[in-house]
């Protein structure tokens, strides 16, 4: 042999390697398996989220640009329907206001839950929040809900009188925000059990 030459000895794996290979490429594959679904639930959540935001505005916005002037006025009385007339529709546009803001901060921890999905705290604090949000949300559509119905049809026991055959446009804007106050609250719903989806262990 020269002093050149080089020898290449092949040394065959153990069976130790070769077996501790599979285990480690499973879980490799299993956590991108996990992380995939919950990656697809995040996006599904932001999503709603927009969606949410668009209701939730639209129906604060609807409600506090509701009011109807009636044609025939006299010189010491003008006949004038607002939503400011009533304490119950201002709390409605301010519930909505706040929870329309509230989806909209919490739009970066939803994108935070897309780019990690494993990441559980970013879960539980928005399914906290939004069950608070549920509830104002609920609060206020259920509370408008009761004086839209007495606007249409009114209480004979207590001398409340339609009102929405002489204000019509009023008690269609109104109607329409309470409409989307409603489906803003299906919409926390589906957040609500998305993000306990998302939290569960496997």
């Known amino acids: 042999m020269r002093s050149g030459d080089s020898t290449t000895i092949d040394v065959p794996e153990s069976s130790a390697v070769a077996k501790g290979k599979a285990p480690l490429v499973a879980i490799v594959k299993h956590e ?3 992380g995939g679904w919950k990656r697809g ?5 932001f999503l709603l989220r927009l969606g949410a935001i668009i209701t939730a505005l639209a129906a604060a916005s609807t409600m506090g640009t509701s009011d109807e002037t009636l044609p025939f006025f006299t010189q010491f009385f003008q006949f004038q329907a607002s939503y400011d007339d009533l304490p119950t529709f201002q709390f409605f546009v301010i519930a909505m ?5 509230y989806l909209v901060l919490s739009l970066p921890f939803s994108i935070v839950s897309v780019v990690r999905p494993q990441a559980v705290g970013p879960r539980v604090l928005l399914l906290v929040l939004d069950t608070v949000a549920l509830t104002l949300n609920t609060s206020a559509a259920a509370a408008a809900a009761a004086i839209v119905y007495l606007a249409h049809n009114g209480n004979s026991n ?7 055959q002489q204000y019509g446009d009023f008690c269609q804007k109104v109607s329409g925000a309470v409409v989307a106050a409603f489906v803003s609250v299906v919409v926390f719903m589906f957040l609500i059990l ?7 262990k496997p």
């Open 32 to 34: 991108q398996e996990k």
């Open 41 to 45: 639930v995040a996006i599904f959540d």
């Open 97 to 101: 206001a706040i929870v329309g803001g």
């Open 158 to 164: 207590t001398n409340w009188l339609a009102i929405c």
């Open 194 to 200: 998305l993000s306990a989806l998302a939290i569960r």
